[in-house]
Nanobody, 118 residues
């Protein structure tokens, strides 16, 4: 079965850093675009970072410079390095896999929660 599993959530202090990871199975990982989304309490889900199968990246204006997305195709994993965290970053973070040759084919992880609080 197709499975995306996020890890790395927790409670961190403002200004700290955190690394999230998403491990994929059941797909040919290297051909998929991978994205990180987040949904804060009471807000809609938003795309924060994307890395294509070729390695090109896009970051939301709200997180650029502070966030770095990377992928390791040998480990079927996509990572999100987050620096200079602030309370507004508190959310459930989910990874998404999108098949570029059939854009409607997408898979979602269950998400990992982290909270930024002093």
């Amino acid at each position: 079965q197709v499975q995306l599993v996020e890890s790395g959530g927790g409670l961190v202090q403002p200004g700290g850093s955190l690394r999230l990871s998403c491990a994929a199975s059941g797909i040919t990982f290297s051909v998929y675009h991978m994205g990180w989304y987040r949904q804060a309490p009471g807000k809609q889900r938003e795309l924060v970072a994307l890395i294509t199968s070729s390695g090109s990246t896009n970051l939301a204006d709200s997180v650029e410079v502070r966030f770095t997305i990377s992928r390791n195709n040998t480990q079927n994993a996509v990572n999100l390095q987050i620096n200079s965290l602030n309370p507004e970053d508190t959310a459930v973070y989910s990874c998404n896999a999108k098949y570029p040759f059939r854009p409607s084919l997408r898979y979602w992880g269950q998400g990992t929660q982290f909270t930024v609080s002093s």
